[in-house]
């Protein structure tokens, strides 16, 4: 039996919009996939979303929104 995965989207997304990055956490591992093609998951290690998350804070990917 599978068990189901929450997904949480930020709430800076809008309302209904199919432009979110969404994430869920699964047997320890951090789940990333983009609303609008729910199919493709992306895992990873809470250390290494930890480091991206710092990364983002320093505006180390700030040139991929400007």
């Known amino acids: 039996m599978s068990r189901e995965i929450k997904w ?5 997304s809008s309302g209904n919009s199919e432009q ?3 994430t869920a956490r699964d047997s320890g591992e ?3 996939r983009e609303s609008d ?3 493709v998951i992306v895992r990873t290690t809470p250390e290494k979303l930890a480091a991206f998350i710092l ?7 700030d ?4």
């Open 20 to 22: 979110c990055l969404e």
């Open 8 to 12: 949480q989207k930020s709430s800076f």
């Open 63 to 66: 040139h991929f929104v400007n």
């Open 55 to 61: 990364g983002v804070k320093n505006g180390e990917f």
């Open 37 to 39: 093609d729910p199919h």
């Open 30 to 32: 951090i789940l990333l």
